[in-house]
Structures are given as structure tokens and as C-alpha cells.
């Protein structure tokens, strides 16, 4: 029979046949969603990195809560907020250093470019990616908190700048990875689009989850600069700086657990 007098019923049906058969989804059924709970700790596309980018997140409110309550108003963490600073102490604004600026603003760049050489030399592989950066992270955290240990109540000029420069490269090398993970809304450090989604979105029903998710951020990071400022106000900045490297080692230890085996959220092309 000519092509041009097949029943087209029978000609859609097997064009739908065929579709299914590779993998092609019916544009007219809706996508399955995946349960709430199930997107922040064992999501299809980022297995746990949800949740323990939301312990980051926390991290982050803890630790510059230290550096801007204790090392002369600087970021560790926010480099928006910290070349601001910089401004501000050039133009001789008190309160702010200078040099703890510039030196956490180097320890970021240097944290970030060493973020891009293991990006580039352990591959495609998220899992073991992050297990390691979040491992170094907490060397460096540690290597901060040992210097304001060994100074005291008081850091002299050259510890201060020390445990701005310290803290900033793993805060640095957390932001490269973070960035090339690629988990949506969970930058662990900047909330500003964080923000602008929600309030863009608030009006969108099918965006429910992804505001659930924002705000879940923007929530944790509050936490943590609440945790950081009491830690500061009635401890000291040593007990601060300790909570955060508390936080950065049972995410690295929870990620090297994650790490292990090959999962379908390992592989970069299951994020997309």
C-alpha cells in the first residue's frame, strides 16, 4: 500500500510507539515530580549535595559573622560586600582594615583559582569533586582557627590578616566548586538572585518547590550569622571560628561517604 494511504490513525500510533520506545517523553503527560524530602537528600539529578550545600550555606553566615564582628568588619565569605570595604577603608572610613580586606580578597582569589585546577584534574566525577574541595576547605578554616588560638583575646596585625587570608581560600575554593556543581539556588555564599527569584516567583504555582528551596537558604544562612554573632558576643571569635570548622568537617566527612561507588548524580550530565 502507498505511503499516502496509510490510515493515519495507525500512522500516529506507531510514531507514539516509537517515541516511547526511545526514551521520548509524551510532551502531553506531565514530568513526575520528585517528593520534597526526597530533592534534598537523595534528589535523582544531585543526590545529597542539597543538603549539605545548605550546611554550607549555614557556614557561611557563621564565619562571617566572625570576620566582620572580630577581624575589622571584613568578609571572608561575600567578596561583593568585601571590595566594598576596601572602598570604604581607603576613603579612611573607621572601623575597617584595610589589610585584612586585601588579604581575605587574595585568599579568595587564590582559593578559587585552586577550585579550578581540581575541576580540572579530577573530571566529571561531583562527588569525589566536592568531598575533596570541602576537605581542604577545612584545612583551611582549621589553619585560621589555630592562628586565633595562638593569639588570644587580642590578634596582632599580622594574625588578623592571617585569619582573614586563611579562611577566605577555603571560602574561595568552595565558591569555584559550588559553582560548577550547579545545584540551582545553592550558591552557599550569595543570596541576592536567591532573593530576586523569590520575589519574582511568589506568584507562579508550579514554582512552589524551587521558592521552598530559596527560602530553605536563605533561612539557613540567617541561622548561621545568628549562631556566629552569639558564639562571638559571649564566647569569642575562636569558639566562632571552631563552630564553622565543625560544620565544613561533618560536610566533608558526609561527602567522602557519598563519594563512594558511581551514582547516577555523580556524573555531571544527570544535572541537566
Same mark, same amino acid.
Given at each position: ?74 568578609? +571572608? ?124 516567583? +511568589?506568584?507562579?504555582?508550579?514554582? +512552589? ?64
Amino acid at each position: 500500500m502507498p505511503a499516502e494511504s496509510r490510515d493515519p490513525l495507525h500512522t500516529a500510533t506507531a510514531t507514539a510507539d516509537a517515541a516511547r520506545a526511545d526514551g521520548i517523553a509524551n510532551p502531553a503527560t506531565p514530568a513526575p515530580r520528585t517528593p520534597l524530602l526526597r530533592q534534598w537528600f537523595a534528589d535523582p539529578r544531585h543526590g545529597p549535595l542539597p543538603v549539605l550545600l545548605l550546611l554550607l550555606t549555614a557556614n557561611t553566615g557563621v564565619i562571617d559573622a566572625v570576620s566582620i564582628l572580630t577581624l575589622g568588619r571584613v568578609f +571572608v565569605a561575600n567578596m561583593t560586600g568585601n571590595v566594598v570595604f576596601v572602598g570604604f577603608a581607603v576613603a579612611g572610613a573607621p572601623g575597617f582594615s584595610l589589610s585584612a580586606s586585601l588579604w581575605a580578597l587574595a585568599g579568595f582569589i587564590i582559593g578559587a583559582y585552586v577550585g579550578g585546577l581540581l575541576i580540572r584534574r579530577i573530571g566529571r566525577h561531583r562527588g569525589r569533586l566536592f568531598a575533596t574541595a570541602t576537605v581542604v576547605e577545612t584545612v583551611m578554616i582549621g589553619a585560621a582557627l589555630i592562628v586565633s588560638l595562638a593569639g588570644g583575646h587580642t590578634l596582632s596585625g599580622a594574625q588578623n590578616d592571617l585569619v582573614a587570608g586563611a579562611a577566605a581560600v577555603g571560602l574561595g575554593l568552595q565558591n569555584a566548586v559550588v559553582r560548577r556543581l550547579a545545584v540551582p539556588d545553592l550558591t552557599t555564599t550569595v543570596l541576592t538572585m536567591t532573593l530576586t527569584g523569590i520575589a519574582a516567583d +511568589v506568584t507562579a504555582a508550579d514554582r +512552589v518547590p524551587t521558592i521552598i528551596r530559596r527560602l530553605l537558604a536563605v533561612t539557613t544562612m540567617i541561622l548561621g550569622a545568628v549562631v556566629g554573632a552569639l558564639l562571638v558576643l559571649h564566647l569569642g571569635r575562636s569558639e566562632g571560628l571552631g563552630v564553622a570548622v565543625a560544620l565544613v568537617a561533618v560536610t566533608a566527612t558526609a561527602a567522602l561517604i557519598s563519594a563512594r561507588g558511581d551514582q547516577p548524580w555523580q556524573s555531571y550530565s544527570a544535572a541537566h
